[in-house]
């Protein structure tokens, strides 16, 4: 398709929004750059950019035939993603399937306790408080951030999306450990948003349990480039 790549709307720690002649699209431009513990550390990892957007894309459309409906619209190039213009509604879901960083962290429990069924969170999408883990009470009437029948609408896209990408990652050697969703308005819809790629999910080799997302970049733990390309090769390969 032919898109006019028009001014920069937004720029975050690892997307670039651009605008487009029709406002109701934008352009998701994905970069190399990395960041962790809420930009305390910051690097670049080769190519992730567009190992991320192949992985999304590729995700969206599949969780698309699944009946979850995404700000998806098509993948423009290697690095660029045409989506629907969503208004972001300020929570972060984390779906978890696994022990591991934040749970262990905030329950003192070790990593790689299977947790069946999954734990659902809730965080609250601000750099200035460190994305805090909240409930639905803060949300609806604390922050006012969204409706009763958005959260309901909320949890179950996301067990749906869980339940999905859980067997599709276990077909293909990989135990889907836990992963965070965000979701956006647009014309009176809710639409899964974002990305789904090794920034955003942890991903362990089914059986020798060797991570191949971005703790490996968290954790100085090396071979982050080759993780990367592991999934990309597994996912859409
Ligand atoms: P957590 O264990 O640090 O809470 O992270 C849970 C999942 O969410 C993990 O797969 C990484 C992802 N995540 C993000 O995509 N962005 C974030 O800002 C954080 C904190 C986690």
């Known amino acids: 398709m032919q898109m006019t790549k028009g001014k920069q709307l937004y720029e975050g720690k690892a997307k ?5 002649d029709d406002p109701k699209q934008v352009i998701q431009y994905f970069k190399d750059d990395a960041t962790a ?18 992985i999304a894309s590729h995700l969206f459309q599949l969780l698309e ?17 045409l989506i629907k213009h969503v208004e972001i509604v300020p929570l972060e879901v984390t779906m978890r399937n696994i022990t591991a960083g934040g749970i262990c962290r905030t329950l003192g429990i070790e990593e790689g306790i299977v947790l069946n069924p999954p734990v ?7 750099d200035e408080l460190d994305d805090p883990l909240i409930n639905d009470d803060h949300i609806l009437y604390a922050l006012k951030a969204a409706t ?7 949890k179950k896209l996301s067990i749906q999306v869980n339940d999905f990408l859980k067997a599709y990652f276990a077909e293909r050697k990989i135990d ?3 992963f965070k969703l965000e979701f956006g308005r ?20 089914h ?10 970049f968290r954790r100085d733990l090396g071979d982050v480039e080759s993780a990367y390309q592991e999934m990309l090769k597994r996912v859409v390969g």
Not at 37 to 54: C, F, M, P
Not at 65 to 81: A, C, N, W, Y
């Open 16 to 20: 670039i929004v651009y605008a487009t």
């Open 37 to 54: 513990d809420n930009a305390k550390k910051r690097g670049s990892i080769l190519d992730k950019g567009s190992v991320n957007n192949q």
């Open 65 to 81: 035939k699944e009946g979850v409906p995404t700000h998806f619209i098509e993948q423009l190039s290697d690095r660029e993603m």
């Open 120 to 126: 659902f969170e809730w965080h609250y999408k601000s």
């Open 148 to 154: 009763v029948e958005e959260l309901a609408l909320i």
């Open 176 to 178: 889907l450990v836990d």
């Open 186 to 205: 647009y014309d009176g819809q809710i639409l899964l948003a974002d990305e789904i790629s090794p920034d955003t999910c942890r991903f362990w080799e």
């Open 207 to 216: 059986g020798t349990r060797r991570k191949l997302d971005k703790d490996r």
